[in-house]
Every structure is written in structure tokens, then in C-alpha cells.
């Protein structure tokens, strides 16, 4: 039991090949790939279509479509010939947000940093080579991006993604960008000759930034930090435009904001460990800091700390980066 329990609490990357541990099932990863398609609950997707995002043989996606409708998961529209979310996937996900406390004191946390600069604040989880929205907020004026909750962004062309693999020990930020240069190889390429860039800075500074990468209008600030809950690092970002954000004012200007933000939200990770999903949180004094010096909290500190220990259990979660 020790051991079954040992090899649970290390995340891996799943990959296609039989090393490491066996005990993957391929059937339930490709499931879960097949169910990541549906980006909404309004998308229609058919099999070919499926097929094509998954990469899997069109017969292994009409099999396992039509035992994801069988459980719920999936509803067939028979004149459309497509599938969308069913209801037993709605209903889990709903419960899994049921506790949505935290999540409220984490989006007021980003509208006080909207507040002060006018970009898109986002806090972001791994989601294989790419990163999911649970929160974001937006200034009044915010201009050239529109996330909002739910909103996917590549792992590659972000700062949060380039905060995520910075900040994740070498040796699974290295098994991660070989799965990404073997399924998404036009991604690698934009992010590997950037990676070890990333990493010393985030050493140094605390932080990342990415200046047009994602979009020659947008430059970003990220910064990584852990969660409990999660069990993987998870980001605080905000896309802001070039136009009135240059390199230098990112650094001077933005970088100290997101780093307070980061300690903030770090805390409230830290404080509600194990009450994510109920009701027992209580209300927060909330607010960043009004002024723009950093602040080396013991959050901040503690990030750092992380980013140079090498930690195998504090990696990736084992769905980061499944087949």
C-alpha cells in the first residue's frame, strides 16, 4: 500500500512508451483526450473532427465516443452527427467548483491589480502545452485581449507558460518540452531556445516576461507559485499592450504589481490547503499593496526557494503532460 501510495503522490508525464511506471491505462488517457476537444459547453464536434485535434485513429475516436455517451459524458446530436458535453461531465465539474469562496477572493485579488493597470490579470493552471484560465480580471480599459474564464493559452507563446516550465525542476521541464517537440513541434521550437533564459531569470527576479510573443501587440508578466490544492505550479499573469508597456516599463512597473499579486494569492493557496471545494473560508482583508516597490514577502522568498531546490514531487501533476 506504501508503495502504491509512493508512486501516486509523484506526478509524471504519461507518455506513449512503456518506461517508467506501467500501471498507465491508455484507454482512460485517451478518453480524457478525447473530452479536452470540447472547449465550451456549446462545442460540436464529430468524430473526424475529434480525430484530428486528438491525433487518434478515427476508429479508436467512434469507440470511445460512444462509450463516453453511454456514461453521460457526451450527448449525440444525431442531425448534426456530432457530439457535445453531456450532462454527467457538466455536473462534475460543477461539483468540483461547488466551494467557490476561494476562487471569488482570488478574482478580487486580480481586480485590484486591474485596477491599477490596464491589461487582462489571469490566474492560470497546466493544462498539457497549454494553460486554462480559473479567474480573470479585466481594467475598464483594457485593450487587445479577452480571456475569460475557461480561455486556453499555449504554454509556448505565454508568459505564464514560460513562467510554468521556468519554474518546474530541469529535469520535468526537459521531459515536458521533449513531449512537446515529439506532438506540438512548432511550439517547442518557439519555446525551447527559451527556456533556460527563463529559468535563470526567474532564479534572479522572481518572475517572467514575454514580449510579443503571443501577439506582437501584447507583452506579459508571469509568476509562478504552488499550490496545494493543485499540486503543481500554477501563475498569476497579466497581458498588457506593447504600445504602453515596453520591456523597461514591464520590469519597473508591472513586475513588482504581479510579484505582490503572487504573494497574495500564494497565501490564500497556503491558508485555504484542503478547504478549496467547501464553504469555510472566511473573508480576507483584500487588496494589493497601492504602491509599486517590491515586497519580498515570505511567499516570495519561499518561491525562490523552490525554483532552486530541486524537488521530483513538486513537478508536474500527472495529467500535465498525458498522451
Not at 455517451?69 to 457535445?84: A, I
Not at 516576461?209 to 504552488?226: D, Q
Request: proline share 4%.
Amino acid at each position: 500500500m506504501g508503495r502504491r501510495s509512493e508512486r501516486l503522490s509523484r506526478p509524471r508525464l504519461l507518455t506513449s512508451d512503456a518506461t517508467g511506471e506501467g500501471d498507465v491505462i491508455q484507454v482512460v488517457s485517451r478518453a480524457f483526450d478525447v473530452l479536452r476537444c470540447f472547449e465550451g459547453h456549446e462545442a460540436r464536434l464529430g468524430n473526424l473532427e475529434i480525430s484530428n485535434r486528438c491525433g487518434l485513429p478515427r476508429s479508436t475516436v467512434s469507440r470511445l465516443t460512444h462509450t463516453l455517451t453511454r456514461m453521460g459524458q457526451l450527448v449525440y446530436l444525431p442531425r448534426d452527427q456530432k457530439y457535445r458535453i453531456g450532462p454527467s461531465a457538466v455536473a462534475m465539474s460543477t461539483s468540483m467548483m461547488k466551494g467557490l469562496q476561494l476562487r471569488n477572493l482570488i478574482r478580487q485579488r486580480l481586480q485590484d491589480v486591474a485596477d491599477q493597470l490596464p491589461g487582462t490579470v489571469g490566474f492560470v493552471i497546466p493544462d498539457r502545452f497549454h494553460l486554462v484560465y480559473l479567474e480573470y480580471a479585466r481594467s475598464a480599459n483594457a485593450l487587445g485581449l479577452h480571456e475569460v474564464t475557461g480561455s486556453r493559452i499555449s504554454m509556448a507563446s505565454t508568459a505564464a507558460g514560460h513562467a510554468y516550465t521556468a519554474a518546474l525542476e530541469p529535469d520535468a521541464g526537459d521531459a515536458l518540452l521533449a513531449e512537446m517537440e515529439r506532438e506540438a513541434p512548432e511550439a517547442a521550437k518557439v519555446l525551447k531556445p527559451r527556456i533556460e533564459t527563463s529559468r535563470q531569470f526567474l532564479r534572479e527576479n522572481g518572475y517572467v516576461v514575454a514580449c510579443g510573443l503571443w501577439s506582437p501587440h501584447i507583452n506579459g508578466v508571469a509568476v509562478p507559485l504552488w499550490s496545494p490544492q493543485y499540486q503543481t505550479f500554477v501563475c498569476v499573469t497579466i497581458g498588457l499592450l506593447a504600445a504602453m508597456y515596453d520591456d523597461a516599463r514591464l520590469h519597473t512597473e508591472a513586475a513588482p504589481v504581479m510579484r505582490e499579486l503572487a504573494a497574495a494569492v500564494g497565501g490564500l493557496l497556503e491558508t485555504a490547503e484542503g478547504d478549496i471545494f467547501n464553504n469555510r473560508l472566511e473573508r480576507k482583508t483584500l487588496g494589493v499593496a497601492p504602491n509599486n516597490k517590491m515586497t519580498m514577502t515570505e511567499e516570495t522568498n519561499d518561491l525562490e526557494a523552490r525554483t532552486r531546490r530541486a524537488r521530483s514531487a513538486r513537478g508536474l501533476r500527472a495529467r500535465d503532460g498525458r498522451r
